[in-house]
């Protein structure tokens, strides 16, 4: 299955070349497909706070990016280069809160920057690890979308109809996409009826991102507002919600897209099965349940304005970008060290002690 993965894998969202970063805009997709490359750390963290680039594991890649032009500049700078990265990585760190994929990125980078030996060139050794972090990731997305594979083929052989929110395909990772890679597979491997995307509110990854990957690729997939999903759920023969996740807690519990813990709520109700996959750089064992998570507020003119016209009253909007989905609410947590099933605390710590599969 992983040769058949890699051939039907078709867009990027990320590329390393020439020592730059290039981005692909996310903000005017699908409309319009532009490049932008980046020189500088700071750049990247605007890049990042404004959406060019989103989506958990991508924002993670990019960051680790960032360190390596950071460094570059600190270098060219001359004096104590090491004191001078740090504002580097705190510009970054700066950048979103919620993504967990963003520190531990950040994370890797220092320490690698720590086990520097004698004699090693600094720039080549970060710049190795970086391309290293965004190629882990699109192995990961290969396993997660194999285990997620097994878990939809229990359910039955037949082509099935599945419920995703917001994006976490090609765009949002270093590959193939983390729940969007399980469908993609699934549907190679004949399963997928049809796909019902959640248009994903306020900025719309869904209708924009989602269904855009997905029509590419000639996968059956329907747009549908974010408040039809119990409807649909109901009448549809949903037998997967499947969605992503920003960061997964030591107990278990699941922020992502704001909605994400609605669907999950719904899905219960209608006995239809939750999936999250997400790698395992986006567990957090440092905290012990989602309360604990930082949620991101944006700013209240995602939703007062369309296309930069004012469309709601004259109110102010509280516009959190995320929500936590407790772990009793889900079924299976797919990463690439194996697959959680009902997941609670004991079983997210005996995940974190096994190695990657692949
Ligand atoms: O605000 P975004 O677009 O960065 O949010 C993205 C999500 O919530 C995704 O579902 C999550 O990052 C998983 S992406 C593989």
């Not at 507020?297 to 004259?314: C, H, I, P, T, Y």
Request: aromatic share 4%; net charge negative.
């Amino acid at each position: 299955m992983r040769e058949r993965l890699l051939a039907a894998e078709k867009v990027k969202a990320i590329e390393w070349r020439d020592g730059r970063l290039h981005l692909l805009d996310q903000r005017l997709l699908p409309s319009e497909e532009r490049w932008l490359a980046y020189d500088s750390a700071e750049a990247v963290a605007e890049a990042i706070r404004s959406m060019v680039v989103r989506g958990a594991p991508a924002i993670g890649i990019s960051a680790a990016y960032g360190v390596v032009l950071g460094l570059r500049a600190r270098l060219a700078e001359g004096g104590d280069w090491r004191a001078a990265l740090e504002s580097d990585f705190d510009v970054l760190a700066a950048s979103r809160p919620t993504a967990v994929n963003l520190f531990w990125a950040l994370n890797r980078m220092r320490e690698r920057l720590e086990r520097l030996k004698e004699g090693e060139t600094p720039l080549a050794a970060l710049e190795a690890e970086a391309e290293a972090i965004h190629l882990s990731d699109r192995e990961a997305n290969l396993t997660m979308a194999q285990l997620g594979v097994e878990l939809i083929r229990r359910v039955g052989s037949r082509p099935q109809a599945l419920l995703t929110h917001c994006n976490t395909g090609a765009l949002a990772t270093g590959g193939f996409g983390t729940a969007l890679g399980v469908i993609r597979a699934a549907n190679l491997e004949g399963l997928v009826e049809r796909v019902y995307a959640d248009e994903t509110r306020p900025w719309l990854q869904g209708s924009r991102l989602t269904a855009w990957e997905l029509a590419n690729e000639g996968i059956p997939v329907s747009l549908n507002v974010d408040s039809a999903a119990a409807h649909i759920m109901k009448t549809k023969g949903i037998t997967w919600v499947i969605v992503g996740a920003d960061r997964i807690t030591a107990n278990g519990d699941v922020a992502n897209k704001i909605g994400t813990y609605q669907l999950a709520v719904n899905a219960m109700h209608h006995g239809v099965r939750f999936m999250v996959v997400a790698p395992s750089s986006t567990i957090d064992m440092a905290l012990e349940t989602g309360d604990d998570i930082p949620i991101e507020e944006r700013d209240g003119s995602e939703l007062l304005e369309l296309g930069g016209k004012r469309v709601a009253a004259d109110v102010e909007a509280f516009n959190p970008v995320f929500d936590v989905t407790p772990a009793d609410l889900i079924d299976a947590i797919v990463t690439e060290k194996g697959v959680v099933e009902r997941p609670d605390a004991a079983k997210m710590a005996q995940l974190m002690c096994r190695k990657r599969l692949h």
